[in-house]
Each structure stands twice: as structure tokens, then as C-alpha cells.
């Protein structure tokens, strides 16, 4: 495999190396996707070749097959657009739980874009992540889009920038975008110290999705390609609702998915906040893992709320309180939005309300 | 001879493309302090990303200016500034992440810098292995009050943690917070004006010594929390420190934990087993110089089944006290229950006498500390047979074992008295 992989980098060299004489640039003849298993990576999003060359750059390349989540990470209203990539050949393993098990060479792109705030105007491309399997693990390698929306470059620490949003009451909003740098990937991306994707579980995974051959079930799909091999029918395997498509599932189905997908990468056993001893993961249903009644004792400042999360009061739910800040040391998630997702904090405090007991008397004593 | 160049010119292109277009180089911009702010947190991000096991990151003298979290996830890395008072990161204003600076690496080295005003911790190490924190001063530059970020050096679920030589300053929660660790030393830091100077929490085989605690609210916190992963810390040594005058007003709101901390307090064992407290200078402490206590005075109901609330096995000896208890928090009503009902000013050491059902070799012995004060305030009931005789406490306990860690030469001292007299 990685012999596979190597010899078609050398091919690529070779290419690149009479395209420079010709053309004074590299990656115009080879049209398949390259992979790319170890540094140094590419230092522009266009010799992937995820992306059709001179068509629009979201048109996916032979073998990029796009998906999408039932629940995504709400990151500040950017529309996301995810493809997947395998090499020729191989296939991810399913699992249950978790993440699959993909091959080495495996890409995962995922290009976050702001449609137009006018009707002239033009969606704006603002970067793609790519999430690669390399050698020696998981590498995410932040892509910046230029001005021109031509291409982008590999900014492993990329400067903040201005994109702007049309607001649900027609208001043209401003927002400082915070491209994650490479180590604030890993923030979200680490499970004791591996580096893994977060979105493609088989509950997450499982849905329909519009291909350009026909509508079908992503996990049947994905094994009707080659990309995914052992999982059962997509009516057996599990399955998250829409956080805010209210038929998909029940109130609290809809916000476990919602936590499970915004919070658990870092607030479940081996992520960056487990020490906070809560755990998001929709895998669970003890209300006391989610953090009922529980002080979070070593957390900072926590609005005056006693509790991560009080049974029937929101307005007391540290939780709650949280995903409503846009402050740097207050804010959940710490990384990765500048805005509180209204509809979001919408649905968990509707959630939060209808569950019954509360914590009892607020008891406060000396040590 | 023309084909020969002809691949020889082609080789060159070809590595000037290499160079140009196909790598990547980051973290090559010199750290110089004629860079912009914004030029200057790029590229020391750059240097953290791109850095490899073996990798020194020198930061130049001068204050540098930050918006967001500097991150480091590479093992191996030495961070090496030019002084505590000249090397200065500033996080005022800071609008992304909560640390100033946070550390999820092994082998990791800081020293010589410091970190002002970062909106949440100053510097986080998490599931850290082997982590040297030395003579870094971290300090919030406003008066001590709740919006300054809660923890100063705080490393969590960390193994073999040196911190020396170190300051904080203006913690809203704690100086020093070793949390859910194993295996640590602090020894020689300064911790003042924070609410609780040192908190060594949920910790297992730690030794703190030869530090200074002065005008917090509390000293020296030793202690575990229920509803934390990392459960039964233990195995604790508190020595050669200087706890003086810690009666800093407690600034946290009512909900969090540390409010519960009475100002005026100066080292506080509660609800863990096998700690040493011995040779520190213990003075001055308006609520009361030492508490030995169980979680229960906290009247929390405890729903974490793994937590064991009582505190046992505690060696407090060849200490001197003096000044105790001049001025009790009157903030928390059960401080001042616990007053009334043993007078004023408070004893050096106040125990609440609550004892594990069942604990049969319990003990909290008491031994040379000069002319100490002592009350057991009968907590399980109410105050009512409250005891100043700490006669039932005249016994030895072996003495813990001394910490070393991987990355330390130096041979930290054993407890000459420990287990003897």
C-alpha cells in the first residue's frame, strides 16, 4: 500500500518536473487524486486534486464522494461542504461506535463557505480542512482559499479573517473568523493523544444523501463504492436525529445528537476535557454523566451557576450559560466559533426545561 | 556533455520548486521583537507547530502581545524566554481560547517568561509527562477579583511535574493548581494575592516544599473533590514552606467551590489520606493557621460513589505556629459557628473530629509544634463536645516517602523527624 503510494508521488515528481519546463507550473497533467502520506504536504489545495481543475472548486474529482452529518458542529453558520477520498482499492472498516477504521491515504475534506449576503453576490469560500490519513496517523492540514477563489494555500497558522452573513432578520452581519491553526485540530480531534476525524460514525453517517447518480443512504453507498466494508443495512445500524429537524426524532434524541456532535470530542473519557468529568457522548444515558447536578469544581468562572447542568432550569445550568458566551474564557466550545449558536442554545434549553427534579436546595457551608 | 546539463538544469528546477512550491516551511521566522504583535503570535505559533522532540524555542526580551491561545502538542520542546521580569507575554484583551498558553505534550520544558492577563488559565499543561515549569511568573496586573482567569500554573492529569522557582499573582481560584496529577514537586515558588495559593487536588505522590504563600485567602490547599475522574489522591508532603498572612478577601462567587474557602486560612488538609506537614512556618492566618477536616463539612450531598469524603493518616509535626485565628472570615456562617463554639481567636489547628465508620487505624497525630493551639469542633455533633486537648493526638506516623522525578538531579530532603521522636 504505502509502496503504491510512494510510487505514484514519483510519478507525480516526474510529472511536476517536465510541467515546470512547459508550463512554469506543476499539476496540470495528472487528473486523479493525489494522496499525500507524510510531509512535506502540498502547499496548495489544488495538487490534491480533490476538486474537478477548472470547474467550480467544490465539484468533486473521480473517487472524492461528498457526504454530510445528520448533526453537524455548528461553526458560526459557515455552510460545510465534506468529501471523503480513499485509495484505490481499499476500504474503511465499520464500526458501531465510533469512528471507522480508514485506510492509510484515507482524505477527509471539509471547505467551509458563507453564501452571499446579496443576490449579485458570490458564496465565499473560506477555507477547506483536510483531515489525511498519513503514515504515522491522522494530520490536519488547514487550507486557506485566496481572495480570487482560484485555490488555496496550506496555512498551518492562519490569520483571522472578515466574512460577513446575512442575520435571519435580513442584517448584514460582521464576523471575525477564526481559521483553527494545526494545533487547535488537535484540540478538537484528540483522543489521548491520536488524532482522529470526529464526524464520519456510522449514527452520524447514516442518512440519505442527493448524489449526483441518485439519492441513496450514505452508508449503502459508501460500501456499494468500495469505501466502507462490514456494515449492516443502513435500517440496523444506529442512527442520530437532525438536531433541528423536529420529525427526526424526539426532543432529547435531538439534543444528545446536538451535544454528542458539539461537545463530546473533547467532554467524553480520553478527550481534551475529560478531566471536567462530564461526558457528551450520545452513546450514554446516565443524566449524571451529563453533568446533573454536579459542581464542576475545577472549571473557573462559571456565570454564578452552581451546577453544569440543573433538571428543569436552564437559566441555572452552567451548560447553558456556556453556549450562550462569546467570551474567550467563559465559551463552549473554547475554540472553533466567535458567535452563540441561538438556535442551538435554543433547543438545549427547551430540553433542559422539560426535564423533572431539579438539584434540591443550594447548599452552601464552609470547609 | 549538453544532455548531462540539460538534467542538471533540470534537477536545479526541480529543487527550487521543491523548496518553492511542494514543502511547507513553517516556524522560520526569526522570534525578533521588531515584529508586529500579529507577526509575532504567528510565527512563535509556527515555531510550537512545527517543533520536534529536541527543538528550543528561545523568546526574545521584550512584551509580546497575544489575542489568542499559544498551543504546543509536540513532545520534546523546550520553551526558553530571557526572564520572568523580561520576557513577558501579554494576553490582555484576549478574544480566542481560554489558557494563555496550553500544553498537551510530553517532555516539555518552560522557563524564564512570563504570562500576564490571559483571560482563563495562565499556563494549562493536560495529560502532560515529564513537564518543567520553572522561574515562570504568571500574574493577572488587575486587583485580585472574580473575572481574572482562575488558575495561574496549572498542570491536570499530568505525571512528573517539576514547577521551581516560579510566581503567581491575581489568581481568581488558584497560584498554583497541580489537579488529577501524579507524581510532582513544587518547591520554591511564591504565591500571592491569588485566592488559594497552592492546591495540590486529587493528587497522588507529591511533595511541596520550601514555597511561600502570602496574602492569599488560603495558603497551602491539599485535598480531594468528588465528581472528578481521577479519584483517591493521597501521599502528600508539605514542608520547609513559609505560610504567613494569608487573609486576602475571597473574591469567588457564592457557586463556585473556592468560595468555600475561608480567607484567612493557611494550609487546609481535607479529605485525603497519608499527608505530612511538617517544618513550615505557619503564622498569621486570621481564620485559623491549619484545618484538617472531611469533605462532609462542606454539606454537599455526595452522589460520586468512588469518593471517600474523610480525611485520615495526617503527621503534622515539627511545625511552628503562632498568631492563629485573630480575625475569623465572618463571609461564611459555618466559620462562624465553628468560632463561637471554640472561641477566639481560632486555634493554629482546628480538626472537625469526624472519623470514617468503621476506620480503625485513623489517625491525626500531632507532634513538636511548639505551643500550639488545637481544637477538635466536634463536628458530627454540632459542636458540642469540642476538645482543645490534642493529647489523643500525641502519636508518630512513618514518614512518606521523598518524590523524584525523572527530570530532577537534585535529592529532595526526607522528614528528619518523620516517624521518629
Given at each position: 500500500?504505502?509502496?503504491?503510494?510512494?510510487?505514484?508521488?514519483?510519478?507525480?515528481?516526474?510529472?511536476?518536473?517536465?510541467?515546470?519546463?512547459?508550463?512554469?507550473?506543476?499539476?496540470?497533467?495528472?487528473?486523479?487524486?493525489?494522496?499525500?502520506?507524510?510531509?512535506?504536504?502540498?502547499?496548495?489545495?489544488?495538487?490534491?486534486?480533490?476538486?474537478?481543475?477548472?470547474?467550480?472548486?467544490?465539484?468533486?474529482?473521480?473517487?472524492?464522494?461528498?457526504?454530510?452529518?445528520?448533526?453537524?458542529?455548528?461553526?458560526?453558520?459557515?455552510?460545510?461542504?465534506?468529501?471523503?477520498?480513499?485509495?484505490?482499492?481499499?476500504?474503511?472498516?465499520?464500526?458501531?461506535?465510533?469512528?471507522?477504521?480508514?485506510?492509510?491515504?484515507?482524505?477527509?475534506?471539509?471547505?467551509?463557505?458563507?453564501?452571499?449576503?446579496?443576490?449579485?453576490?458570490?458564496?465565499?469560500?473560506?477555507?477547506?480542512?483536510?483531515?489525511?490519513?498519513?503514515?504515522?496517523?491522522?494530520?490536519?492540514?488547514?487550507?486557506?482559499?485566496?481572495?480570487?477563489?482560484?485555490?488555496?494555500?496550506?496555512?498551518?497558522?492562519?490569520?483571522?479573517?472578515?466574512?460577513?452573513?446575512?442575520?435571519?432578520?435580513?442584517?448584514?452581519?460582521?464576523?471575525?473568523?477564526?481559521?483553527?491553526?494545526?494545533?487547535?485540530?488537535?484540540?478538537?480531534?484528540?483522543?489521548?493523544?491520536?488524532?482522529?476525524?470526529?464526524?464520519?460514525?456510522?449514527?452520524?453517517?447514516?442518512?440519505?444523501?442527493?448524489?449526483?447518480?441518485?439519492?441513496?443512504?450514505?452508508?449503502?453507498?459508501?460500501?456499494?463504492?468500495?469505501?466502507?466494508?462490514?456494515?449492516?443495512?443502513?435500517?440496523?445500524?444506529?442512527?442520530?436525529?437532525?438536531?433541528?429537524?423536529?420529525?427526526?426524532?424526539?426532543?432529547?434524541?435531538?439534543?444528545?445528537?446536538?451535544?454528542?456532535?458539539?461537545?463530546?470530542?473533547?467532554?467524553?473519557?480520553?478527550?481534551?476535557?475529560?478531566?471536567s468529568g462530564?461526558?457528551?457522548?450520545?452513546?450514554?444515558?446516565?443524566?449524571r454523566?451529563?453533568g446533573a447536578c454536579k459542581m464542576p469544581n475545577s472549571a473557573g468562572?462559571s456565570?454564578g451557576h452552581q451546577y453544569d447542568?440543573v433538571?428543569?432550569?436552564?437559566?441555572e445550568?452552567i451548560?447553558?450559560?456556556?453556549?450562550?458566551?462569546?467570551?474567550?474564557?467563559?465559551?463552549?466550545?473554547?475554540?472553533?466559533?466567535?458567535?452563540?449558536?441561538?438556535?442551538?442554545?435554543?433547543?438545549?434549553?427547551?430540553?433542559?426545561?422539560?426535564?423533572?427534579?431539579g438539584c434540591g436546595e443550594v447548599k452552601l457551608a464552609a470547609k | 556533455?549538453?544532455?548531462?546539463?540539460?538534467?542538471?538544469?533540470?534537477?536545479?528546477?526541480?529543487?527550487?520548486?521543491?523548496?518553492?512550491?511542494?514543502?511547507?516551511?513553517?516556524?522560520?521566522?526569526?522570534?525578533?521583537?521588531?515584529?508586529?504583535?500579529?507577526?509575532?503570535?504567528?510565527?512563535?505559533?509556527?515555531?510550537?507547530?512545527?517543533?520536534?522532540?529536541?527543538?528550543?524555542?528561545?523568546?526574545?526580551?521584550?512584551?509580546?502581545?497575544?489575542?489568542?491561545?499559544?498551543?504546543?502538542?509536540?513532545?520534546?520542546?523546550?520553551?526558553?524566554?530571557?526572564?520572568?521580569?523580561?520576557?513577558?507575554?501579554?494576553?490582555?484583551?484576549?478574544?480566542?481560547?481560554?489558557?494563555?498558553?496550553?500544553?498537551?505534550?510530553?517532555?516539555?520544558?518552560?522557563?524564564?517568561?512570563?504570562?500576564?492577563?490571559?483571560?482563563?488559565?495562565?499556563?494549562?499543561?493536560?495529560?502532560?509527562?515529564?513537564?518543567?515549569?520553572?522561574?515562570?511568573?504568571?500574574?493577572?496586573?488587575?486587583?485580585?477579583?472574580?473575572?481574572?482567569?482562575p488558575?495561574?500554573?496549572?498542570?491536570?492529569?499530568?505525571?512528573?511535574?517539576?514547577?521551581?522557582?516560579?510566581?503567581?499573582?491575581?489568581?481568581?481560584d488558584a497560584?498554583?493548581y497541580?489537579g488529577q496529577?501524579?507524581?510532582?514537586?513544587?518547591?520554591?515558588?511564591?504565591?500571592?494575592?491569588?485566592v488559594a495559593?497552592?492546591e495540590v487536588e486529587n493528587c497522588?505522590?507529591?511533595?511541596?516544599?520550601?514555597?511561600?504563600?502570602?496574602?492569599?485567602s488560603g495558603g497551602i490547599l491539599v485535598f480531594n473533590l468528588p465528581d472528578l475522574?481521577v479519584q483517591g489522591g493521597e501521599?502528600?508532603?508539605?514542608?520547609?514552606?513559609?505560610?504567613?498572612?494569608?487573609?486576602?478577601?475571597n473574591v469567588a462567587p457564592k457557586s463556585q467551590t473556592v468560595y468555600n474557602l475561608p480567607s484567612g486560612l493557611g494550609v487546609s488538609v481535607m479529605a485525603i489520606k497519608?499527608v505530612?506537614?511538617?517544618?513550615?512556618?505557619?503564622?498569621?492566618?486570621?481564620t485559623a493557621?491549619m484545618h484538617i477536616i472531611s469533605y462532609l463539612a462542606m454539606s454537599q450531598e455526595i452522589k460520586d460513589k468512588t469518593y471517600n469524603p474523610f480525611v485520615s493518616?495526617v503527621?503534622?509535626?515539627?511545625?511552628?505556629?503562632?498568631?492563629?485565628?485573630?480575625?475569623p472570615d465572618a463571609r461564611l456562617e459555618s466559620v462562624l459557628a465553628v468560632a463561637k463554639a471554640v472561641?477566639?481567636?481560632m486555634?493554629?489547628i482546628l480538626y472537625d473530629g469526624m472519623v470514617e465508620p468503621?476506620?480503625?487505624?485513623a489517625?491525626i497525630?500531632?507532634?513538636?509544634?511548639?505551643?500550639?493551639?488545637?481544637a477538635n469542633f466536634d463536628a458530627a455533633n454540632q459542636f458540642?463536645?469540642?476538645?482543645?486537648?490534642?493529647?489523643?493526638?500525641?502519636?508518630?506516623?512513618?514518614?512518606?516517602?521523598?518524590?523524584?522525578?525523572?527530570?530532577?538531579?537534585?535529592?529532595?530532603?526526607?522528614?528528619?523527624?518523620?516517624?521518629?521522636?
Open positions: 500500500m504505502s509502496w503504491a503510494v510512494s510510487t505514484k508521488r514519483f510519478v507525480v515528481f516526474i510529472a511536476c518536473l517536465s510541467a515546470l519546463t512547459l508550463t512554469g507550473s506543476c499539476g496540470m497533467f495528472s487528473t486523479d487524486v493525489t494522496s499525500f502520506v507524510e510531509e512535506p504536504f502540498p502547499k496548495q489545495l489544488s495538487e490534491w486534486r480533490l476538486f474537478v481543475s477548472g470547474s467550480k472548486p467544490m465539484t468533486p474529482n473521480k473517487g472524492v464522494v461528498p457526504y454530510d452529518l445528520n448533526t453537524p458542529l455548528f461553526s458560526d453558520y459557515a455552510d460545510k461542504y465534506r468529501f471523503v477520498w480513499m485509495p484505490a482499492g481499499t476500504s474503511a472498516k465499520y464500526s458501531e461506535d465510533g469512528v471507522f477504521d480508514f485506510p492509510v491515504g484515507t482524505v477527509l475534506a471539509k471547505t467551509f463557505a458563507f453564501p452571499a449576503t446579496e443576490a449579485s453576490g458570490k458564496e465565499r469560500i473560506v477555507e477547506t480542512r483536510l483531515l489525511v490519513h498519513g503514515k504515522t496517523g491522522w494530520v490536519a492540514l488547514p487550507y486557506v482559499w485566496n481572495a480570487e477563489q482560484t485555490d488555496a494555500r496550506l496555512e498551518l497558522v492562519a490569520n483571522p479573517t472578515e466574512v460577513t452573513r446575512k442575520a435571519d432578520d435580513g442584517s448584514v452581519q460582521k464576523i471575525n473568523y477564526i481559521i483553527p491553526n494545526s494545533n487547535e485540530c488537535k484540540q478538537c480531534h484528540d483522543n489521548n493523544k491520536v488524532t482522529l476525524p470526529i464526524g464520519p460514525k456510522a449514527r452520524n453517517l447514516n442518512k440519505d444523501f442527493p448524489y449526483a447518480d441518485g439519492a441513496a443512504n450514505q452508508l449503502a453507498y459508501w460500501t456499494k463504492v468500495g469505501y466502507l466494508k462490514g456494515a449492516p443495512a443502513a435500517d440496523s445500524a444506529p442512527k442520530v436525529p437532525a438536531w433541528d429537524k423536529a420529525e427526526s426524532g424526539s426532543l432529547e434524541a435531538r439534543t444528545r445528537a446536538y451535544l454528542d456532535n458539539n461537545c463530546a470530542h473533547c467532554h467524553q473519557p480520553g478527550g481534551s476535557a475529560e478531566a462530564v461526558n457528551f457522548s450520545f452513546t450514554h444515558s446516565d443524566l454523566k451529563l468562572y456565570g447542568l433538571p428543569g432550569n436552564p437559566a445550568s451548560l447553558l450559560f456556556r453556549m450562550e458566551s462569546t467570551k474567550a474564557k467563559e465559551m463552549m466550545p473554547e475554540i472553533g466559533r466567535s458567535l452563540s449558536h441561538k438556535e442551538g442554545v435554543a433547543l438545549v434549553r427547551e430540553w433542559l426545561a422539560t426535564l423533572k427534579g | 556533455m549538453k544532455p548531462k546539463s540539460l538534467v542538471l538544469s533540470a534537477l536545479i528546477l526541480a529543487s527550487t520548486f521543491a523548496l518553492n512550491s511542494c514543502s511547507a516551511p513553517t516556524g522560520e521566522a526569526a522570534l525578533s521583537s521588531s515584529l508586529s504583535p500579529a507577526e509575532f503570535q504567528k510565527a512563535l505559533q509556527e515555531k510550537l507547530i512545527a517543533a520536534k522532540s529536541g527543538s528550543v524555542i528561545e523568546l526574545p526580551e521584550g512584551r509580546f502581545q497575544f489575542d489568542k491561545t499559544l498551543s504546543l502538542t509536540a513532545n520534546g520542546v523546550t520553551i526558553r524566554g530571557k526572564g520572568m521580569a523580561k520576557t513577558v507575554l501579554a494576553f490582555k484583551g484576549q478574544t480566542a481560547g481560554s489558557a494563555g498558553m496550553l500544553v498537551k505534550a510530553n517532555d516539555f520544558t518552560i522557563e524564564d517568561v512570563a504570562i500576564e492577563d490571559a483571560a482563563g488559565d495562565g499556563l494549562k499543561t493536560e495529560g502532560s509527562t515529564n513537564v518543567t515549569i520553572r522561574r515562570v511568573r504568571v500574574e493577572w496586573t488587575a486587583a485580585l477579583n472574580e473575572k481574572n482567569g488558575y495561574g500554573i496549572y498542570p491536570v492529569t499530568s505525571k512528573n511535574v517539576l514547577i521551581e522557582d516560579s510566581f503567581v499573582k491575581g489568581a481568581a497560584g498554583f497541580l496529577s501524579e507524581n510532582a514537586i513544587m518547591r520554591r515558588n511564591r504565591a500571592e494575592g491569588n495559593g497552592f497522588k505522590n507529591v511533595d511541596v516544599y520550601e514555597n511561600t504563600a502570602t496574602n492569599n475522574p501521599k502528600v508532603r508539605v514542608y520547609n514552606n513559609q505560610v504567613v498572612g494569608n487573609n486576602a478577601p497519608n505530612e506537614v511538617f517544618n513550615n512556618t505557619i503564622k498569621d492566618n486570621n493557621n493518616n503527621y503534622v509535626h515539627d511545625n511552628q505556629f503562632g498568631g492563629s485565628g485573630k480575625n472561641g477566639q481567636p486555634p493554629d468503621g476506620a480503625t487505624d489517625k497525630c500531632l507532634q513538636n509544634n511548639g505551643e500550639v493551639t488545637f458540642k463536645k469540642v476538645s482543645r486537648d490534642a493529647k489523643k493526638h500525641q502519636c508518630t506516623l512513618p514518614a512518606l516517602t521523598a518524590i523524584t522525578l525523572p527530570q530532577d538531579g537534585t535529592k529532595s530532603m526526607t522528614s528528619a523527624a518523620g516517624g521518629g521522636k
